[in-house]
């Protein structure tokens, strides 16, 4: 196959990308390029047109591609930008394993908004009237945003905390200024007084020679005062740590208590996700296999390719004039069966794909779900192990402390007893001169002691009137990225119904520029409604007709026309691909089954999609294709593609 290359290479964020294709549906080997702007695959019935679409949107990440059935082994193989992307499909006994790198991994949106076959999901959905919500919702990654969500919540909550304790401190800040003023006035005057008991200690000494065992009593005694206090001060924090820690242990316990029960519930999700996950491979097998067998059996009654048998040699003349009674060799088993017998066979078979299809879509959507909650849970059940860590911490941390404090109280007895005797020592004995007055000494000494002890809690006030003027200084940084984290919240919570909004916009919009360009009769509009009942969405499709007489009414979908309904399918899709920005990952949509619409629609109806979109390729019959304008690049298809 060539492309025409004369079309505009203007269009495009990348140049023009090659597909190559082994062994997928009735292809044996091909290799195509596209150019920007439209491509149309022209030809009959049974030229491959399908197979190479379906191989497209297999090697851009969708499901649509599958193995020919004569062959173990298909291939492939999109290239772009110098960068080869290459699937490879392998036959397993009665399954298809798919292997390599397509161009995207988001097989979602390429299978919901770029591949828009016969088969497409929503295509499907207008066809039977079916709701549309999670389907146009589908790339909406919920458990992403919850996720983000809850990070950003507990952040806020974070800085919440700290805003209160600053605020807790700012109120003390006045109590501790207040306090500061009066150690500094108290110290001055014990200054002053100290002052004086060195003067009297100097004139005294200045009319004999100062005992030095006077001197090293008073100085053991202001030693043992001193650290009989620091032990009392010790005790003190040592007590109100205690507390505190007492007080997280009791929380800490009470929240194990109720995280003790979420453990049987994550033993259940997670029997759940183990038999959901099997019944999902089970369905995608076999739904492939089921696709595979309604593709052929398609290729069997269109006449596609090398799958188009001979009618038997025995079917008479009447037959021939009935194309439903005419036999075909069976290409299972082998048998003459007639076409009728086979339209029927594939009618269910194409019934029972849809069901499969949709179940597997209702077991995704239960798999989802329970990931997320076990997520949920397992987070929990962390904090259940970080907890009980910390349970074991704080009780080995309160017999630390508790043991601290006991050692602490008979330091204290000990330091008094040792007080007592060096006070006694210091009334016994003999000073001579001094005799008359020994307490000088012992007076200075605890002027000197209670001057020091208020110079250390002054330090201590200072440093917190610091560290609270510190925070403070922090507050106005923690207000601005606590809003900011509010408005992302905000963003975030608003993002699902901006999308929602955004995709019932977009179609309204859409359908009502296509219904004026397509010039149906009697439809006066076609438009979605979103509604939203205790937070959960839903979008109707609501059809308005106007009568012979001028009059408007609203109509059910369902009594639409085939045409109709496929184009309202078709901008529905193109409703999605635009409100979830699909061009930007992958600029390209895929057209196919297109018979319904009569030529000049096609027309029109390309020419529209093509504003939206870098590429659009597109299958259409020779006659139909001959209503579009020769500016579009043409792959002119053959009956067999080597």
Known sequence: MEVDQSVDQERGRFATPTLEVENIGGIDSTKVSFTPGVTLLTGENATNRTSLLRALGGAIGGSSAFLKRDSDVGRVAFEVNGTRYEREYQRNGGSVNVVGDPYTDDETIVDLFVTLLEDNPIRRAIRGNDDLTELLLAPIDTDELEREIEQLRAERDTIDERLTEIDRERKRLPNLEEKREELRTEIAELETELEDVQQSIEAKEDEGEKSAEVEALVDEIETVQSEIEETKNEIRTQSEIKSELQKELNEVREELTDLDRQEAELAELNEDIERLQGRESELSATINELSTIVNQNQSILGGEGSALLDIAADDDVYSSLDPSSQSLECWTCGNQVERGTVANRLEDLEDLVASKRDELNQVRQDLSDRKSARKSIERTVQKHERLTEREQELKDELNRRTSSIDSLESRIEELRDDLTDH????????????????????????????????????????????????????????????????????????????????????????????????????????????????????????????????????????????????????????????????????????????????????????????????????????????????????????????
């Open 423 to 642: 006070q006694q020592d210091l009334e016994q004995l003999d000073t001579g001169e001094l005799s008359d007055d020994p307490s000088i000494y012992e007076t200075a000494s605890q002027l000197e002691y209670q001057r020091g002890s208020l110079e250390k809690e002054l330090r201590g006030v200072e440093d917190e009137i610091d560290e609270i003027e510190y925070l403070l200084s922090k507050y106005d940084d923690l207000e601005r990225r606590r809003d900011d984290i509010s408005e992302r919240l905000t963003t975030l919570r608003s993002k699902v119904e901006k999308i929602e909004k955004s995709t019932v916009e977009t179609f309204n919009t859409h359908m009502d520029e296509v219904l004026e360009q397509l010039q149906y009769d009697n439809i006066e509009r076609v438009w979605l409604e979103r509604h939203n009942r205790r937070g959960e969405t839903s979008f109707e499709l609501h059809v308005v007709r106007e009568d012979e007489g001028g009059s408007v009414y609203e109509d059910a979908v369902t009594h639409l026309s085939e045409s109709e309904r496929e184009v309202v399918g078709l901008v529905v899709s193109l409703a999605g691909y635009l409100a979830h920005d699909v061009a930007r990952l992958v600029p390209l949509i895929i057209l196919d089954s297109l018979e319904a619409i009569d030529a000049e629609r096609i027309a029109e109806l390309t020419e529209y999609f093509s504003g939206h979109t870098d590429f659009l390729i597109l299958a259409l019959l020779e006659e139909d294709a001959r209503h579009l304008p020769d500016r579009y690049a043409r792959v002119a298809a053959q009956a067999e593609l080597t």
